[in-house]
């Protein structure tokens, strides 16, 4: 293994973890998730660290794995735990109430609010990364937002 690589995934892992986490809802699940990204990640590593658009790639098959296991219903979701994926900014109780939350949501309307409000990610971003329409990135949106803004007072989260 590179030392290149190795520090890729020593500085990007947490995030990736991250990530992972709200978008699968359990601990375990996410950490096979960022595995199997990384490992394949490693298998291109070389043109990847060329062009330098390692972590882009890492992310592209982290949730086209995560869309794969959702179409295969092979996973289960349970209580949360471990991580914290909003961040320190807003306090414990909100997050374990966001956290709930979007575990009600179905699976494709958590990665479109993952990748748009937790990743910051545009709508056409979102729309390559999930390989989904631009239109169906902004009824998804929309449709999330309405049932966490149900479910939740962590308005302010989502707002832009």
């Known amino acids: 293994m590179s030392i290149e690589f190795e520090e890729f995934v020593r500085t990007r892992t947490p995030a990736l973890l991250r990530s992972a986490y709200l978008l699968t809802g359990d601990q375990q699940l996410a950490e096979d998730l960022v595995q199997s990204a990384l490992a394949r990640t490693h298998r291109s590593w070389a043109k990847l660290h060329r062009v330098g658009n390692a972590e882009a790639y890492t992310r592209k098959v982290l949730y086209h794995l995560q869309v794969a296991w959702w179409q295969r219903r092979r996973f289960r979701e349970g209580p949360l735990e471990g991580t914290d994926p909003a961040g320190p ?4 109780a909100v997050r374990l109430d966001l956290q709930r939350a979007l575990l009600q949501l179905p699976p ?10 937790f990743e910051d990610r545009t709508e056409a971003e979102t729309a390559r990364l999930l390989e989904i329409s631009v239109g ?6 929309t449709k999330a937002l309405a049932r966490l803004r149900r479910l939740t007072a962590v308005e302010e989260v989502f707002t832009r």
């Open 89 to 92: 900014s807003v306090d414990h």
């Open 108 to 117: 494709r309307q958590r990665a479109v609010i993952v990748l748009r409000f």
């Open 136 to 141: 169906t990135v902004k009824s998804q949106t």
